[in-house]
């Protein structure tokens, strides 16, 4: 896959900006995705406006999941999103949030009989996620035996298709796409809710990262934010669906 690096040099942006932020994020439908020869989708678009509040150039990279959340955690002037704030990358990052809120919902192939309430009876099945997602952190966490990693959604959501895996965990959000697009996937509980953000390098300059945290606060107080997750098909901050009677 080529991959398309874009340089954003904001209008705020002055000679005397030391600092170049790097960064990286994956093909993950609404929030960060390619449209044309740019890239597009909730998450972009929030760091782009809340970008031209902070006093620093900046670039976007679009990866493989993998390799995004690397760069971040190794890299001192480099960020990954749209990220899940989970305990157990809370002490590797620093945070700006909220970029969205979301559920996380266990699905099956539509048809398969499969058919799973809880942790505990899904225990039972080959549940797949990708490589170094928050998922993958949520389910050994859980206690999951049995679990398939792949390089990237699209190919374990390919895997749940063809029946080589049972089940997976995806963002309501992106399951509602999915649905929408006429894909044989079915719900069958909540298996997690979580904050999506942006999760910069530990040694990141902390006055950075305080600008892109007000320059979040600010595009949220202005309706920048709703207006953005709203043209995703997001709904507002946290809205859920009726997918499930109670969230």
């Not at 002037?77 to 002490?91: G, L």
């Not at 009876?121 to 966490?141: F, H, K, N, P, S």
């Not at 990262?209 to 507002?236: F, H, P, V």
Request: a negative charge; charged letters at 25%; proline letters at 4%.
């Amino acid at each position: 896959m080529k991959v398309m690096a874009f340089f954003l040099s904001m209008g705020l942006a002055t000679a005397a900006s030391a600092e170049t932020i790097h960064f990286t994020t994956e093909d993950y439908p609404p929030y960060n995705y390619r449209q044309g020869n740019g890239y597009t989708g909730a998450g972009y678009k929030q760091v782009i406006e809340l970008m031209k509040y902070v006093e620093a150039d900046f670039t976007v990279e679009l990866m493989p999941w993998a390799r995004a959340f690397a760069l971040a955690e190794s890299e001192a002037n480099t960020c990954v999103f749209t990220t899940a704030h989970i305990p157990e990358r809370n002490d590797r990052f620093k945070w700006v949030e909220p970029l969205a809120i979301d559920r996380n919902f266990m699905i099956a192939r539509k048809g398969s009989g499969v058919r799973v309430t809880n942790d505990e009876e899904a225990r039972r099945y080959i549940v797949g996620t990708q490589r170094d997602d928050y998922t993958q952190d949520l389910l050994e966490r859980n206690g999951f035996p049995k679990i398939d990693l792949a390089t990237d959604l699209d190919l374990t959501l390919k895997k749940l298709v063809a029946g080589r895996i049972d089940l997976m965990p995806i963002s309501e959000k992106f399951y509602m796409k999915l649905k929408k697009e006429g894909k044989p996937v079915e719900a069958q509980y909540i298996f997690s809710k979580q904050t999506f953000s942006i999760a910069c390098n530990i040694n990141f300059p902390e006055q950075l990262r305080l600008s892109m945290q007000e320059g979040l606060a600010r595009i949220m107080a202005d309706g920048t934010q709703a207006r953005l997750l709203q043209e995703e098909g997001l709904g507002g901050l946290g809205e859920t669906t009726d997918e499930f009677s109670k969230p």
